[in-house]
């Protein structure tokens, strides 16, 4: 019943298709029809989710897996785990809450330093909601999806976090995971016991499964809750109970500066040709999101030169940890090489972040916790004529 579009995330399209209202297209009216016509080029683990206010949060998504014919895909099984924090018809609707958030009103507003028993916490609060419910493939612990294989059996799990407040921490318990892909860019396969996953980043791990049932648990970072779950069964034997949390989760949680990229994945030795700032700022007091000193639509959109190695330097001067994303085009995390198109920036954290502006059009960068987001936490990436 309402107006809708379609982001696809992470995909660098013709900018026609990339679905952000009022900048590529006027939004689809209910009982109309709009069609997106783009080629893919990458292959990876990515999403599509609507980019209209706060819709993501009403599940207004799915995966997009875009399988590489060159890959040699060396595993039995592949599993698409999906991340979520979920309210929608338990009284309240998105909506709802986007309007107390603002309003100061924050029934929902339980942020804070949790510490969830996850070691030194790298983050801090990464959201404002405090959910009802956290989900993987849309089912609440007690009823969780579960995942079957042999013992022996090398899986490759794709990771989406289409949460729209919600960090995770994800482990598998009694497994280690070797981390294979970032936002759909290959790394130089990195082994951790649990890994975190910021609102619209996906991870691709792959797993050696043991003789048994396992949980593999999305833990809502700072939030006080009941993780996500699902189940991976290879054997006989009781599940475990739905508040399981595998130790993994108490020992190092790797972040995305535990990452390089593979050769093939980085972007060629250049020098930026020019430099542009990005400042993080805001808070929850009067809920006003911002970047460069303005909500979105009052801020001046960044402007690039097509064919220039553009440097992003992104500065978080809010209290919060923020999900950046750029549309697209990919980045790679200057001290690092890492290939991405979303990155945790936390509090008094700067990143540099590099891409070639090989894509024409109007593109939008923003906070992808999608009430920070709503609430002003975007900017225009604009191509200079
Ligand atoms: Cu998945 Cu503009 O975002
Ligand atoms: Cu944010």
Redesign the pocket.
């Known amino acids: 019943p309402a107006p809708t579009t379609v982001?696809w995330?992470?995909i660098r399209l013709r900018n026609e298709a990339d679905g952000?209202p009022g900048l590529t297209q006027a939004p689809i009216a209910p009982g109309s029809t709009y069609r997106y016509d783009f080629v893919a080029p990458d292959p990876g683990t990515y999403?599509f989710?609507s980019?209209v206010g706060v819709q993501?949060d009403r599940g207004l998504y799915g995966a997009l897996i875009i399988d590489d014919p060159r890959e040699p895909g060396d595993y039995d099984a592949e599993w698409v785990v999906v991340l979520d924090d979920w309210l929608d018809g338990t009284g309240k609707t998105p909506d709802d809450v986007l309007a107390e958030l603002i309003k100061g009103g924050g029934g929902h507003a339980g942020h804070g330093m949790g510490m969830g028993g996850m070691g030194d916490p790298p983050w801090g609060p990464g959201g404002d909601v405090t959910y009802p419910h956290y989900l993987v493939n849309g089912r609440i612990p007690v009823a969780a999806e579960t995942f079957t294989a042999k013992p022996g059996q090398r899986v490759r799990i794709r990771l989406i976090n289409a949460s729209a407040d919600t960090i995770f921490a994800v482990a598998l318990g009694g497994h280690r995971l070797t981390v294979t892909h970032s936002d759909g860019y290959a790394v130089r396969p990195t082994e951790t016991g649990a890994l975190y996953l910021g609102m619209?980043e996906r991870y691709d791990v792959v797993t050696t499964l043991k003789d048994g049932v396992f949980p593999l648990v999305a833990a809502p970072f700072g939030k006080q809750a009941t993780a996500a779950r699902a189940l991976v069964r290879t054997g006989s034997g009781e599940a475990p109970p739905p508040d399981a949390r595998p130790a993994e989760l108490g020992g190092p949680v790797l972040t995305h500066a535990d990452l390089a990229p593979t050769d093939a994945a980085r972007l060629p030795n250049k020098a930026p040709d020019s430099v542009l700032d990005v400042v993080l700022g805001g808070g929850m007091g009067n809920y006003a999101w911002t970047i460069n000193g303005a909500a979105y639509g009052k801020n001046s959109p960044l402007q690039v030169t097509a064919g220039q190695r553009t440097r992003l330097r992104v500065s978080n001067m809010s209290m919060m940890t923020h999900p950046f994303?750029l549309?697209g085009h990919t980045f790679a995390v200057a001290s690092t090489g890492l290939r991405k198109d979303?990155l945790l920036v936390r509090h008094m954290e700067l990143v540099e972040l590099d891409f070639d502006a090989d894509n024409r059009g109007s593109w939008?960068a923003?906070c992808?916790n999608a009430y920070h987001?709503e609430a002003g936490m975007m900017i225009e990436l604009a191509y200079r004529s």
């Open positions: 982001h995330h992470g952000v999403f989710h980019h993501i619209g994303h549309h979303t939008m923003h992808h987001g």
